[in-house]
C-alpha cells in the first residue's frame, strides 16, 4: 500500500516525517483528529523491523487517541508519534530535544506524553523544547497508574455489561 494511501484511509489530517542528522533522531507524528481540539498522544519509543510497520502503527495508534479522548469526553483530539530506533541508546536527551523541536513546530496542534519506551526524563527533555507536552516531572508525571485504573474500570464496565454485575470474583 502506497504511502498517501494509508494516510487517507482512515482520514489524517497531518503526517510529520521527521529527521534530524546531528542526533540520529528518526520519527513520524501522525495527526489523526483536531476536530474537539488538539491532537492528545504519547511518544512510543521501539526498534521497528522498517518505516513502513513504523508507519502503520502510528496511524493505527494516533485514529485509537481520536475514540479515546472523545469516549472520556476531552477537548482533545487524537495524535501519536513514534521515534524509530533501540530505545536502550544512551544519548536519550539529544533524541528527545530534537523529537521536542518537531512538536513545537506543529504550533500546537498537537500535545505528546509519555508512552512505550519513553520516561518522565524523556518527556522533560522533550520540554526543553516545546511547551506541547505533559507527564513532566513535579507535574502530572508518570501516566501509567492512571493508564492502568482506567484500564481497570473498563474491564469492570464490561464485566457488568457481559454479566450483570461488576464483581471481577470468579470471572476468568
Known amino acids: 500500500m502506497e504511502i498517501f494511501d494509508k494516510i487517507e484511509e482512515h482520514q489524517h489530517e497531518q503526517v510529520v516525517f521527521a529527521y534530524d542528522p546531528a542526533s540520529g533522531y528518526r520519527g513520524i507524528i501522525a495527526i489523526h483528529n483536531t476536530t474537539l481540539g488538539p491532537a492528545l498522544g504519547g511518544t512510543r519509543f521501539w526498534n521497528y523491523k522498517s518505516d513502513q510497520e513504523a508507519l502503520t502503527d502510528v496511524l493505527r495508534l494516533s485514529r485509537g487517541m481520536t475514540y479515546k479522548s472523545a469516549a472520556a469526553g476531552l477537548n482533545l483530539g487524537g495524535g ?72 481497570y474500570r473498563g474491564i469492570k464496565a464490561a464485566a457488568k455489561a457481559k454479566y450483570g454485575s461488576d464483581d471481577l470474583d470468579g470471572v476468568t
Open 80 to 151: 501519536k508519534s513514534v521515534i524509530i530506533g533501540d530505545p536502550k541508546i544512551k544519548r536519550r536527551e539529544m533524541i528527545f530535544r530534537a523529537h521536542g523541536r518537531f512538536v513545537e513546530s506543529l504550533k500546537g496542534r498537537y500535545i505528546t506524553a509519555e508512552d512505550v519506551g519513553t520516561s518522565v526524563e524523556d518527556m522533560d527533555y522533550v520540554h526543553m523544547e516545546t511547551e506541547y507536552v505533559t507527564g513532566l516531572a513535579g507535574r502530572s508525571g508518570d501516566p501509567s497508574p492512571v493508564t492502568a485504573y482506567g484500564t
